[in-house]
């Protein structure tokens, strides 16, 4: 089991910057694919990025893609979502989660219900 903790959110001007973490217990984060998500209020919770479990392969939902770079730190148990040019639509509180499907299980999803652990969710808001 592991569990999450996300940080770095805030309030920010259109245009601005944004990175945030999210820290994981557990001796075995580097076996987790790591999925960030977002959820703006009156909407279901959508994909942003997606990492392998080495950090070799990044998938990018659309809307942020050129934009926010996911990447991770395994000798931290730490993924990052680098957010950058930031807009009003990004408003949504961001969630990190951990996905444990097995090992020869290569694939990236980008389906929330296949992640099993979530974090408690961090506020990004952005103005106009």
Excluded: H
């Excluded at 959820?39 to 942003?48: D, T």
């Excluded at 942020?64 to 979502?81: C, E, H, M, P, W």
Aim: net charge positive.
């Amino acid at each position: 089991q592991v569990q999450l903790v996300e940080s770095g959110g805030g309030l920010v001007q259109a245009g601005g910057s944004l990175r945030l973490s999210c820290a994981a217990s557990g001796r075995t984060f580097s076996s987790y694919f790591m999925g960030w998500f977002r959820q703006a209020p009156g909407k279901e919770r959508e994909f942003v990025a997606a990492i392998s479990r080495s950090g070799g392969n990044t998938v990018y939902a659309d809307s942020v893609k050129g934009r926010f770079t996911i990447s991770r730190d395994n000798a931290k148990n730490t993924v990052y979502l680098q957010m950058n040019g930031l807009k009003p639509e990004d408003t949504a509180v961001y969630y990190c989660g951990a996905d444990s499907r097995p090992p020869w299980i290569a694939r990236i999803t980008t389906t929330a219900t296949e992640y099993d652990y979530w974090g408690q969710g961090t506020q990004v808001t952005v103005s106009s």
